[in-house]
């Protein structure tokens, strides 16, 4: 409470205005009474509200009769006070001196007419439509000078020039309703952080902030290292405070883990039942989208959430330009824009992730290299990568309109053309740059090398389907089908080395997003399921990477539900189903690799990338996932045994005897019948249906 008294029930303890129609011999005695209608307030008294507060049945937030109120503010309303007219009025006699009264009784205080405070400066239109609410004395604007009884014109709530009402969305540049402050106290008692739990201890606290920024936060940068320290965190929120160690304890922490997901999750539900808005509820359900555990399907319904969150906060309008002097002022303006910016990244590639629609429309989305360059002088570090995620997302939104709409058109390669375009303008710009730190450098190659082996499949994918739809493939024998295969391999062995040169060399497969497991697993798949057409020393590569990434994802795994432990079950798998003589003469090849790393490595250099949002475009080798994880939803497309025959026919003629005799092999695994569960291992299945959704023609609208 404000500390105001509440107007009783019954309207005692209001002033009335019997004052403003007494006799003289009534003024000086009730003076101090009826003066609160226009200036101060009796102690103890009740507060006079607005004609417009009281009209909508509003509380009204101001200290006096002189303050135009936060709502009138909010809402641009006229701000008018008048005294009440309710309560008994008192009869005639006592109100007015007998008639036969003498002047000399009369007291000498002369009368005092009511005093209004100053009527705010309104546009002539709109102050021409105002008028006294139903229900109400009409104000001295709105009266007839004729006392004829004309008067405006009234407009119900839900017309701008009437009163307003909580079903009048305000204008964008409006103050944000309050978010209910009490609540968070008693958020804060009931549900305690994982220091207050007794779950981590102080020097766990500071050792696991520092590794968020020096980490995470150099991935996606949703906090700010100068405004979030850990007192600030867990002063201003206890949910942003326990998402930061809960992700955090995930990778350095993994005996924790459990007990601080159980309680970021507790405080997030207690947030949305306590009806909880800030900037922090936002980011906090963003950090725990990013890095969340492997099997849980609840992100998309929390980033929505968080997105009507933000909607309500306008933290989608930008502030006004030039940002303040004061440097924290300043961070704490770029702080809310940024956390807009994480939302439309999350539900870019959340939307591809799940084949549902978009929350945030185009019109809501600015220049981010623009809002970038704005303020040099206070650097976040990680920020520099949110434009370049932005603009892929888009390229991969286009490129999935594009591969659904291939019919055979020579205009299908035109169009390639265009977004090949875009691409290279995009790696021209935001590819190793000299600013970039080496986790965001990595991102941006697998997301490059990504799309390289997207634009790869698309010409592959053309050719087989309408070029060359009687030609099989041999790889000695030059053609647009082959060198469209030769390309889609070396591009899909090209992420492979990527994901092997900047995430297992470095380190980062911890704190790595699913997206990189899901484009490494994509052309994992592929790579296996056309080995049998390959080159002797292509398969021997592909075995080889495979391998070695196996064992890297392996090492890696801190549990067995973490996605470095589902990557190495998976390649495993593949692997597995591989022919003994192919295994075996690949690690007999090997020992000759110190040969073959330098071309390797330039593969890498020519398909550098980033396992982003595109990972979960309709694509041919997504058709390759889905037709045997989703069998129960079998899409319309050849049985793979006859869908791969032509580029399982290569003669074998043209091939040197030990090739001869390993295609034999390959044309025995080929003959086996296909299983359910071939790509996946079957104790595996749930998570791969979740990272691998059923797509259709109304997906990703």
């Given at each position: 409470m404000?500390?105001r008294?509440?107007?009783?029930?019954?309207?005692?303890?209001?002033?009335?205005d019997?004052?403003a129609v007494?006799?003289p011999?009534?003024?000086?005695?009730?003076?101090a009474?009826?003066?609160?209608?226009a200036?101060?307030?009796k102690p103890?008294?009740?507060k006079?509200?607005?004609?417009?507060?009281?009209?909508?049945?509003?509380?009204c937030?101001?200290?006096?009769?002189?303050?135009t109120c936060?709502?009138?503010?909010?809402?641009e309303?006229?701000?008018?006070?008048?005294?009440h007219?309710?309560?008994?009025?008192?009869?005639?006699t006592?109100?007015?001196?007998?008639?036969?009264?003498s002047?000399?009784?009369?007291?000498?205080?002369?009368?005092q007419?009511?005093?209004?405070p100053?009527?705010?400066?309104?546009?002539?239109?709109?102050?021409?439509?105002?008028?006294?609410?139903?229900?109400?004395?009409q104000?001295?604007?709105?009266?007839?000078?004729?006392?004829?009884?004309a008067s405006?014109i009234?407009?119900?709530?839900?017309?701008?020039?009437?009163?307003?009402?909580p079903?009048?969305?305000?204008?964008?540049?409006?103050?944000?309703?309050?978010?209910?402050?009490g609540?968070?106290?008693?958020l804060?008692?009931?549900?305690?952080?994982?220091?207050?739990?007794?779950?981590?201890?102080?020097l766990?606290?500071?050792?696991?902030?520092?590794?968020?920024?020096?980490?995470?936060?150099?991935?996606?940068?949703?906090?700010?290292?100068?405004l979030?320290?850990?007192?600030?965190?867990?002063?201003?929120?206890?949910?942003l405070?326990?998402?930061v160690?809960c992700?955090?304890?995930?990778?350095?922490?993994?005996?924790?883990?459990s007990?601080?997901?159980?309680?970021?999750?507790?405080?997030?539900?207690q947030?949305?039942?306590?009806?909880?808005?800030s900037?922090e509820?936002?980011?906090?359900?963003?950090l725990?989208?990013?890095?969340?555990?492997a099997?849980?399907?609840?992100?998309?319904r929390?980033?929505?959430?968080?997105?009507?969150?933000?909607?309500?906060?306008?933290?989608?309008?930008?502030?006004?330009?030039?940002l303040?002097?004061?440097?924290m002022?300043?961070?704490?303006?770029?702080n809310?824009?940024r956390a807009?910016?994480?939302?439309?990244?999350?539900?870019y590639?959340?939307?591809?992730?799940?084949?549902?629609?978009?929350m945030?429309?185009?019109?809501d989305?600015d220049?981010?290299?623009e809002?970038?360059?704005?303020?040099?002088h206070?650097p976040?570090?990680?920020e520099?990568?949110?434009?370049?995620w932005?603009?892929?997302?888009?390229?991969?939104r286009?490129?999935a309109?594009?591969l659904a709409?291939?019919?055979?058109?020579?205009?299908?390669?035109?169009?390639?053309?265009?977004?090949?375009h875009?691409?290279?303008?995009?790696?021209?710009?935001?590819?190793?740059r000299p600013d970039?730190?080496?986790?965001?450098?990595s991102t941006i190659?697998?997301?490059?090398a990504?799309?390289?082996f997207h634009?790869?499949?698309?010409?592959?994918?053309?050719?087989y389907r309408?070029r060359?739809?009687?030609q099989?493939?041999?790889?000695?024998?030059?053609?647009?089908l082959?060198?469209?295969?030769?390309?889609?391999?070396?591009?899909?062995v090209?992420?492979?080395?990527?994901f092997?040169?900047?995430?297992?060399?470095p380190?980062?497969?911890?704190?790595?997003?699913?997206?990189?497991y899901?484009?490494l697993?994509?052309?994992?798949?592929?790579l296996?399921?056309?080995?049998?057409?390959?080159s002797?020393?292509?398969r021997?590569?592909?075995?080889?990477?495979?391998?070695?990434?196996?064992?890297?994802?392996?090492?890696?795994?801190?549990?067995?539900?973490?996605?470095?432990?589902?990557?190495?079950?998976?390649l495993?798998?593949?692997?597995?189903?591989?022919?003994?003589?192919?295994?075996?003469s690949?690690?007999?090849?090997?020992?000759?690799?110190?040969?073959?790393?330098?071309?390797?490595?330039?593969?890498?250099?020519?398909?550098?990338?980033?396992?982003?949002n595109?990972?979960w475009?309709?694509s041919?080798?997504?058709?390759?996932?889905?037709?045997?994880?989703?069998?129960?939803?079998?899409?319309?497309?050849?049985?793979?045994?006859?869908?791969q025959?032509?580029?399982?026919?290569?003669?074998?003629?043209t091939?040197?005897?030990?090739?001869q005799?390993?295609?034999?092999?390959?044309?025995?695994?080929d003959?086996?019948?296909m299983?359910?569960d071939?790509?996946?291992p079957a104790?595996?299945?749930?998570?791969?249906?979740?990272?691998?959704?059923?797509?259709?023609d109304?997906?990703?609208q």
């Amino acid at each position: 409470m404000d500390g105001r008294a509440s107007p009783s029930p019954q309207g005692a303890a209001e002033p009335t205005d019997a004052g403003a129609v007494a006799g003289p011999s009534s003024v000086a005695a009730g003076q101090a009474q009826t003066e609160g209608a226009a200036g101060p307030v009796k102690p103890g008294g009740a507060k006079i509200s607005c004609l417009a507060c009281r009209a909508a049945k509003r509380k009204c937030h101001t200290p006096d009769v002189h303050t135009t109120c936060r709502r009138c503010v909010t809402h641009e309303l006229v701000c008018e006070y008048q005294k009440h007219r309710r309560g008994r009025r008192k009869k005639e006699t006592s109100a007015s001196a007998p008639a036969d009264a003498s002047p000399s009784s009369l007291p000498t205080v002369p009368l005092q007419p009511p005093v209004y405070p100053p009527l705010p400066q309104l546009p002539a239109k709109q102050a021409s439509t105002y008028g006294s609410a139903p229900g109400t004395a009409q104000s001295h604007a709105s009266q007839s000078p004729t006392g004829t009884g004309a008067s405006t014109i009234q407009f119900s709530h839900v017309v701008r020039e009437g009163d307003s009402s909580p079903f009048i969305a305000g204008p964008s540049t409006a103050q944000p309703p309050p978010s209910g402050s009490g609540s968070f106290g008693l958020l804060r008692s009931n549900y305690p952080d994982p220091l207050q739990a007794g779950v981590l201890n102080e020097l766990d606290v500071f050792e696991l902030f520092n590794y968020y920024f020096e980490n995470l936060n150099l991935v996606v940068a949703i906090l700010d290292p100068r405004l979030h320290t850990p007192n600030y965190c867990q002063q201003k929120s206890a949910l942003l405070f326990s998402a930061v160690l809960c992700v955090t304890a995930k990778i350095l922490r993994p005996d924790a883990y459990s007990a601080c997901l159980a309680i970021a999750n507790k405080l997030v539900g207690q947030a949305v039942e306590y009806g909880l808005c800030s900037v922090e509820v936002v980011q906090a359900i963003n950090l725990l989208t990013h890095w969340k555990k492997a099997d849980d399907a609840t992100s998309w319904r929390k980033v929505g959430y968080a997105i009507r969150m933000a909607q309500e906060l306008r933290l989608n309008v930008r502030a006004s330009r030039p940002l303040p002097a004061e440097e924290m002022q300043a961070r704490g303006i770029l702080n809310r824009e940024r956390a807009w910016l994480n939302l439309i990244i999350a539900d870019y590639h959340l939307a591809i992730h799940h084949s549902l629609p978009r929350m945030i429309s185009e019109e809501d989305i600015d220049d981010p290299a623009e809002w970038l360059a704005e303020h040099p002088h206070l650097p976040t570090p990680g920020e520099s990568s949110l434009p370049p995620w932005i603009i892929f997302s888009r390229m991969c939104r286009l490129y999935a309109d594009l591969l659904a709409a291939m019919n055979g058109d020579p205009s299908n390669l035109r169009s390639l053309k265009w977004i090949e375009h875009d691409w290279h303008r995009w790696r021209a710009k935001w590819l190793d740059r000299p600013d970039f730190l080496p986790p965001q450098v990595s991102t941006i190659r697998l997301c490059d090398a990504l799309f390289a082996f997207h634009l790869a499949e698309y010409r592959l994918l053309y050719n087989y389907r309408y070029r060359a739809k009687d030609q099989v493939v041999n790889v000695d024998v030059p053609s647009d089908l082959t060198i469209a295969f030769c390309g889609c391999v070396d591009a899909a062995v090209g992420l492979a080395n990527v994901f092997q040169d900047h995430f297992v060399r470095p380190g980062y497969l911890p704190f790595c997003f699913n997206l990189a497991y899901v484009a490494l697993a994509i052309c994992s798949i592929w790579l296996v399921k056309n080995i049998a057409t390959m080159s002797q020393s292509d398969r021997e590569r592909v075995v080889r990477t495979l391998s070695d990434i196996q064992v890297a994802v392996e090492a890696a795994s801190r549990s067995s539900d973490d996605m470095p432990a589902y990557m190495h079950r998976l390649l495993t798998h593949l692997l597995s189903t591989l022919s003994p003589a192919t295994q075996l003469s690949s690690l007999a090849a090997s020992q000759n690799a110190s040969t073959l790393t330098q071309p390797v490595s330039q593969d890498a250099q020519d398909y550098p990338s980033s396992g982003s949002n595109s990972s979960w475009s309709l694509s041919s080798a997504q058709q390759i996932i889905q037709d045997n994880l989703h069998h129960h939803h079998p899409h319309p497309a050849l049985p793979p045994q006859q869908e791969q025959q032509p580029f399982a026919s290569t003669s074998t003629a043209t091939l040197p005897q030990q090739e001869q005799a390993d295609a034999s092999v390959f044309a025995g695994l080929d003959a086996l019948p296909m299983h359910e569960d071939m790509l996946f291992p079957a104790a595996d299945d749930d998570i791969w249906r979740l990272l691998f959704p059923v797509t259709g023609d109304t997906a990703m609208q």
